[in-house]
């Protein structure tokens, strides 16, 4: 696998779609409901020398305070032939429905904010095992209670056409931009869903979701993880799977101690969607009754 780093049923492809399975610029991300939940980060390893010198992911906001990202956007391990120790990045910048850069820097509408938290699971930690790649950032600012965030649900089989979106850097890609795609699953169990549309480095962590064009209503189910050159696939990790459910009880040791602006336990907020976290405020497009989620 090559990381990307640098009602219930069938989903639809998404209204703001022109092309299918091409990505396609997103005008405005910060004045779109579910697009503005989507972030850029910019990671800093220990390994990594001077200012110039990072490594750029996606993800997506899942509560006032927290990024549902990849778990090698945090969590580094050395590919072959480099010689550091598998590591936590030092730092992580958060950058919400960023909308391009000018000569003072990114046009970020909502800011930018950093990590005080990052959590990944034992299995991408301990063993490099992509079914465990998800992270989860805690953040210093509330940026969510200022973006809102999307609903989380499982669905996704095979036949179905996802969403998905992020920050592509790669290539012809600025890393400044916003781009969305969508493809038809072509393997899905109960860690990955697998299609075939187009990515970018870059797009790691980003989310993949189900658009229902009869609801409007858009659900995170995945965040990208790796491209398979000899399957012509990419794969995302569950989001039910890895953050719902029982994973994030086994995680490894966090890079840092929670910022004191963070009201809720991690446990806690593991057991419950981004959408039931009481830290003060409520989620524009949170469901009352979890159970409709699932």
Same mark, same amino acid.
């Given at each position: 696998?090559?990381?990307?780093?640098?009602?219930?049923?069938?989903?639809?492809?998404?209204?703001?779609?022109?092309?299918?399975?091409?990505?396609?610029?997103?005008?405005?991300?910060?004045?779109?409901?579910?697009?503005?939940?989507?972030?850029?980060?910019?990671?800093?390893?220990?390994?990594?020398?001077?200012?110039?010198?990072?490594?750029?992911?996606?993800?997506?906001?899942?509560?006032?305070?927290?990024?549902?990202?990849?778990?090698?956007?945090?969590?580094?391990?050395?590919?072959?032939?480099?010689?550091?120790?598998?590591?936590?990045?030092?730092?992580?910048?958060?950058?919400?429905?960023?909308?391009?850069?000018?000569?003072?820097?990114?046009?970020?509408?909502?800011?930018?904010?950093?990590?005080?938290?990052?959590?990944?699971?034992?299995?991408?930690?301990?063993?490099?095992? %992509?079914? $465990? @790649?998800?992270? &989860?950032? =805690?953040?210093?600012?509330?940026?969510?209670? +200022?973006? #809102?965030?999307?609903?989380? !649900?499982?669905?996704?089989?095979?036949?179905?056409?996802?969403?998905?979106?992020?920050?592509?850097?790669?290539?012809?890609?600025?890393?400044?931009?916003? %781009?969305? $795609? @969508?493809?038809? &699953?072509? =393997?899905?169990?109960?860690?990955?869903?697998? +299609?075939? #549309?187009?990515?970018?480095? !870059?797009?790691?962590?980003?989310?993949?979701?189900?658009?229902?064009?009869?609801?409007?209503?858009?659900?995170?189910?995945?965040?990208?993880?790796?491209?398979?050159?000899?399957?012509?696939?990419?794969?995302?990790?569950?989001?039910?799977?890895?953050?719902?459910?029982?994973?994030?009880?086994?995680?490894?040791?966090?890079?840092?101690?929670?910022?004191?602006?963070?009201?809720?336990?991690?446990?806690?907020?593991?057991?419950?969607?981004?959408?039931?976290?009481?830290?003060?405020?409520?989620?524009?497009?949170?469901?009352?009754?979890?159970?409709?989620?699932?």
């Amino acid at each position: 696998p090559m990381p990307m780093s640098s009602e219930e049923g069938l989903g639809d492809v998404d209204e703001m779609s022109t092309s299918l399975s091409e990505l396609e610029e997103v005008h405005s991300p910060w004045f779109h409901q579910f697009h503005r939940t989507v972030v850029k980060l910019r990671m800093k390893f220990p390994h990594q020398q001077g200012t110039s010198s990072y490594s750029v992911c996606s993800g997506v906001m899942i509560g006032h305070h927290t990024v549902y990202t990849a778990g090698h956007c945090l969590y580094r391990h050395p590919d072959e032939g480099q010689t550091f120790a598998s590591q936590w990045a030092s730092s992580v910048r958060v950058f919400p429905a960023v909308d391009g850069e000018s000569t003072q820097g990114y046009n970020a509408p909502f800011g930018e904010t950093e990590d005080a938290l990052l959590t990944v699971s034992t299995w991408w930690a301990d063993n490099e095992d %992509y079914k $465990g @790649d998800w992270g &989860v950032i =805690q953040l210093q600012e509330n940026a969510g209670s +200022h973006t #809102g965030w999307p609903n989380v !649900g499982s669905a996704g089989g095979n036949q179905d056409i996802v969403n998905y979106a992020g920050y592509p850097s790669a290539g012809s890609f600025d890393g400044v931009t916003e %781009y969305r $795609g @969508d493809g038809i &699953v072509s =393997q899905s169990d109960d860690y990955f869903i697998c +299609h075939n #549309g187009s990515v970018a480095g !870059g797009m790691s962590g980003g989310p993949v979701y189900l658009y229902y064009s009869s609801s409007g209503d858009r659900k995170v189910v995945a965040a990208h993880s790796f491209h398979s050159n000899s399957a012509g696939v990419t794969c995302g990790v569950r989001y039910r799977q890895s953050v719902y459910d029982t994973w994030v009880h086994s995680e490894a040791a966090p890079a840092g101690s929670l910022d004191d602006s963070w009201e809720c336990s991690l446990n806690w907020h593991a057991n419950h969607d981004g959408s039931h976290c009481d830290c003060g405020l409520s989620a524009p497009d949170r469901y009352d009754d979890k159970a409709e989620q699932y």
